[in-house]
T-cell receptor, first 115, second 113 residues
Framework: DADVTQTPRNRITKTGKRIMLECSQTKGHDRMYWYRQDPGLGLRLIYYSFDVKDINKGEISDGYSVSRQAQAKFSLSLESAIPNQTALYFC??????????????FGPGTRLTVL | AQTVTQSQPEMSVQEAETVTLSCTYDTSESDHYLFWYKQPPSRQMILVIRQEAYKQQNATENRFSVNFQKAAKSFSLKISDSQLGDAAMYFCAYRRKGNMLTFGGGTRLMVKP
């Protein structure tokens, strides 16, 4: 079974709809991240969470919100989807020991299309 | 702010040949990590190789190696004996404080049989 899972894997929606992307992990990591991938721009950080009560904005948080329901779950919401939010979304997880290398493990991605 | 630049949107290589993908970055942090990720058509992000900035020796993982030039802030990936399965998007990434990653725009590598 995959350690980091994302649901749904693909989603098509319409402008103005509320969308939630979900991420779950069984790795026991305390840190979780949401990225979006656009052609030519690589992956950019939307939000990150160091633990259940510690949530922070990333580079491109406008139009998004998140919820850390438990250590293992981190959801990304688009309150009112717009076409330029069409992208590939990745969840990632890692340990958070400061001063050491902590690899980020990525989920399989969610392809979101906003019409 | 840290930036990561991959100047080659696309590269191609003949099977069994060697190819080098370029990456430059900009940072004021002296201690950092650099990574190359591979993204095949399956979309999965796969860590290929990492380099700790404090290490003088260039990292090597089987057919993959890096040329890390700290003063020049350059971190290129060399793939030797290229295989068809190496065809993918490759992303260079820099690890900031707090373990967040900043990615370059990616290089699409095509491998010709």
């Amino acid at each position: 079974d995959a350690d980091v899972t994302q649901t749904p894997r693909n989603r098509i929606t319409k402008t103005g709809k509320r969308i939630m992307l979900e991420c779950s992990q069984t790795k026991g990591h305390d840190r979780m991240y949401w990225y979006r991938q656009d052609p030519g721009l690589g992956l950019r950080l939307i939000y990150y969470s160091f633990d259940v009560k510690d949530i922070n904005k990333g580079e491109i948080s406008d139009g998004y919100s998140v919820s850390r329901q438990a250590q293992a779950k981190f959801s990304l919401s688009l309150e009112s989807a717009i076409p330029n939010q069409t992208a590939l979304y990745f969840c990632a997880t890692s340990y958070g020991t400061s001063g050491t290398y902590n690899e980020q493990f990525f989920g399989p991605g969610t392809r979101l299309t906003v019409l | 702010a840290q930036t990561v630049t991959q100047s080659q949107p696309e590269m191609s290589v003949q099977e069994a040949e060697t190819v080098t993908l370029s990456c430059t970055y900009d940072t004021s942090e002296s201690d950092h990590y650099l990574f190359w990720y591979k993204q095949p058509p399956s979309r999965q992000m796969i860590l290929v190789i990492r380099q700790e900035a404090y290490k003088q020796q260039n990292a090597t993982e089987n057919r993959f190696s890096v040329n890390f030039q700290k003063a020049a802030k350059s971190f290129s990936l060399k793939i030797s004996d290229s295989q068809l399965g190496d065809a993918a998007m490759y992303f260079c990434a820099y690890r900031r404080k707090g373990n967040m990653l900043t990615f370059g725009g990616g290089t699409r590598l095509m491998v010709k049989p």
